[in-house]
C-alpha cells in the first residue's frame, strides 16, 4: 500500500551521511578556569542505531519495492558508518572474507529477497568473491559457506514470536545450534549465548531489523494475522544486535500500545534482549546508552 509522504532523495542521503558523520562534534567542552586544570571529558560513546523510514518502500499490495528498500538500505548504512554506503562495505568486508547472509524464511513475514540481493551484491561491490556469498537460514549447519565464513550479515523481520515474545535479530541466530528447543527455556532468555559460539561469536558485521510490515500481536506457536501487522516501512541498521532489537521492541510495545489502548505485555516476555546486555554483556540495550538517527519519513515513527 503506498504512503502519503515522499520518497527519501539523494538531498536525505547525502544529510543523513553527514548528520552520522558529525554526531559527536557537539558535545560541550569543558573549559578550565585559573587554578583548576580540569581536563575536557569525552561523552560516553553509544551503539548507533539508523532507523530509514520511506513511505514509498510498498506497493499497493503490501510488497516490497526493490529500488526504494535498496535506497534504504544504502541511507541506513552510510548513516550508521558516518561514510558513503559503498566505502563503508569495503571497510567492514574484504576480499578476504567468506560471508553468510543470514536470513529467516517464516512463510508468514520472510526477509524480502530484494534485500537479500542488495546485500549481495554490495557485498561483490566490496570485493567478497561471488562463490564465497551465501544466503541461508535453516540449513546454515550445513552450508559450506556457513562452515568456513569469516564473517556474517544477520537480516530479518521483526515480529512476535510465541518462545521469545519476540523474534529479532538475537533470535535469528538459533538455526546454528543443534537442537533449537533447547534454548527455549525461561522465554529464550539466554539467546545471547549462541552468539558466544564458534560458528558465529565476532563475525557479524552488519545487523538489518527488517519492519516493513511488522507483525506486533500472536498467541501460539506459528501464528500469524495480518490484521495485526501494519505498515511501518522502516529498515534499522546496526552492529550492535541488542541495540537494534532493543528499538525495535520499543517501536512493537507503541504499536500495542495504541492498539490496545493501554499498555498490553506480551504473552511471553522477550526477556532475552535486556539479557543480552546484563548477563552475557553482548551489546546494550538501555534506551539512553543508544544514540538513535531516524531519517526519512515521519509519520508514525513510534520511537
Not at 541466530?173 to 533447547?182: K, L, Q, R
Request: proline residues 8%; charged residues 25%; hydrophobic residues 45%.
Amino acid at each position: 500500500m503506498s504512503g502519503n509522504g515522499s520518497g527519501l532523495t539523494r538531498r536525505d542521503f547525502l544529510r543523513g551521511a553527514a548528520v552520522a558523520a558529525i554526531g559527536g562534534a557537539a558535545a560541550p567542552r569543558v573549559l578550565a578556569e585559573p587554578g583548576n586544570e580540569a581536563k575536557p571529558q569525552a561523552p560516553p560513546s553509544k551503539s548507533r542505531v539508523v532507523l530509514v523510514r520511506d513511505a514509498d518502500v510498498l506497493d499497493g499490495e503490501g510488497n516490497a519495492r526493490g529500488p526504494v528498500l535498496e535506497r534504504m538500505l544504502d541511507l541506513g548504512v552510510a548513516a550508521l558508518a558516518g561514510k558513503p554506503a559503498a566505502d563503508a562495505w569495503k571497510a567492514w568486508f574484504s576480499a578476504s572474507d567468506t560471508v553468510g547472509i543470514k536470513t529467516n524464511v517464516w512463510r508468514f513475514l520472510p526477509t524480502p529477497p530484494d534485500l537479500e540481493r542488495a546485500i549481495r551484491d554490495r557485498l561483490v561491490v566490496a570485493g567478497v568473491k561471488a562463490e564465497r556469498i551465501a544466503v541461508d537460514d535453516r540449513g546454515v549447519r550445513q552450508n559450506p559457506v556457513f562452515r568456513e565464513a569469516t564473517a556474517l550479515v544477520n537480516v530479518r523481520p521483526m515480529r512476535t514470536h510465541h518462545w521469545s515474545g519476540v523474534g529479532s535479530l538475537l533470535k535469528n541466530y538459533i538455526m546454528f545450534v543443534e537442537d533449537p528447543s533447547a534454548w527455549h527455556g525461561d522465554s529464550c532468555a539466554d539467546l545471547a549465548g549462541i552468539w558466544k559460539l564458534p560458528a558465529v561469536a565476532g563475525k557479524t558485521r552488519l545487523n538489518v531489523l527488517v519492519l516493513l510490515t511488522p507483525l506486533f500481536h500472536s498467541v501460539g506457536p506459528h501464528d500469524y494475522s495480518a490484521k495485526y501487522t501494519w505498515p511501518y516501512r522502516g529498515l534499522l541498521v546496526g552492529r550492535d544486535p541488542v541495540a537494534v532489537d532493543a528499538t525495535g521492541l520499543r517501536i512493537l510495545e507503541a504499536k500495542r500500545r495504541l492498539h490496545f489502548g493501554a499498555d498490553e505485555p506480551f504473552p511471553v516476555p522477550p526477556k532475552h534482549i535486556r539479557a543480552a546486555e546484563t548477563k552475557h554483556a553482548l551489546g546494550v540495550a538501555d534506551p539512553a546508552k543508544i544514540e538513535l538517527i531516524k531519517l526519512g519519513w515521519e509519520e508514525g515513527v513510534m520511537v
